[in-house]
């Protein structure tokens, strides 16, 4: 996401959901995105050629609000952009990007979407990449853009990268407790965290991190799709190797077939053989050459 940092608590920001790239030779058709918990609304962005559908959940009571005079009870949770025809699909040449505003909540109790990350308090919006054929919609490969990260026990913090296959580095957003939410703070798993002195510092740290994050990943990425390209470039060569080799081998058993024929035909029909050598059989030709050296021994007495 971008940009992914400096968000305070109980306040919009707008950030873009970039796809960089897809399944090599293949194009993106749909993206899901899993709104994560303590994310209060969302309006998303619909590029031309593309649908967007919205699903929601139940806010627990203590999470309604008073917006523009009603009560609100629910809160995004999945947001689906489809491609309309497949000429609207991405190519994995190009780069997507899909603007979306976003309202941060000041609640924060789910560890599946929530957690401290390099020492900051961290959102994850985990997205499915599907990605079809050319000319077509129908999905044929999926990218989970899911992997979270949270810091261990003792301080330290895993890599944005370290995730297990087949899921891949998930989105994020680092955020910190904000004054604008109630008591001063945020409800941080039934603690209250207090908003920082110098929020000033905080984004500046964020910041920093979110940058360094994003191209230590960009470049195992141009590497990962420098080693697919190697790879399809060797399964091409592989599967021409393969074709020659089954025309040789179906040639070799062509003509082994006919020898194995030839011997046969030897074997069993002696004349046919002959015929089909030498055109004349053998027993014909033998007389007319007796008959000949008949006749040189007349001419020699």
Request: hydrophobic residues 40%; proline residues 6%; contains cysteine.
């Amino acid at each position: 996401m971008e940009p992914n940092s400096g968000f305070a608590a109980g306040s919009y920001f707008a950030t873009a959901i970039k796809v960089p790239h897809g399944h090599y030779g293949m194009y993106t058709s749909s993206l899901k995105l899993y709104v994560p918990n303590g994310i209060m609304s969302a309006v998303p962005e619909i590029p031309a050629g593309w649908n967007c559908t919205i699903t929601t959940r139940q806010l627990p009571v203590n999470e309604r609000y008073m917006s523009h005079g009603s009560l609100v009870t629910t809160a995004p949770d999945t947001i689906l952009w489809e491609a309309e025809t497949a000429e609207d699909t991405v190519s994995n040449a190009h780069l997507l990007m899909i603007l979306v505003q976003f309202s941060l909540g000041c609640s924060f109790n789910d560890n599946k979407t929530a957690s401290m990350w390099q020492g900051q308090h961290t959102l994850w919006f985990r997205v499915e990449q599907h990605s079809s054929s050319l000319g077509g919609l129908h999905e044929e490969s999926t990218h989970f853009w899911t992997g979270t990260q949270k810091d261990r026990d003792d301080g330290s913090s895993p890599a944005w990268s370290a995730t297990t296959a087949p899921e891949q580095p998930s989105p994020y957003v680092f955020f910190y407790p904000s004054t604008t939410c109630a008591g001063g703070g945020i409800s941080w798993f039934g603690r209250n965290i207090p908003a920082p002195a110098q929020p000033d510092l905080v984004r500046s740290v964020q910041q920093a991190r979110s940058i360094a994050n994003e191209e230590l990943l960009e470049a195992l990425e141009d590497n990962s799709v420098l080693n697919l390209q190697d790879l399809d470039g060797l399964k091409n060569d592989y599967a021409r190797a393969i074709v020659i080799s089954s025309i040789a081998l179906a040639l070799s058993a062509l003509a082994f077939g006919i020898f194995l024929a030839l011997v046969c035909l030897r074997i069993f029909d002696k004349k046919g053989f002959s015929m089909l050598v030498f055109t004349d059989p053998i027993s014909n030709s033998m007389p007319a050459i007796k008959t000949s050296r008949d006749h040189d021994k007349l001419d020699n007495l």
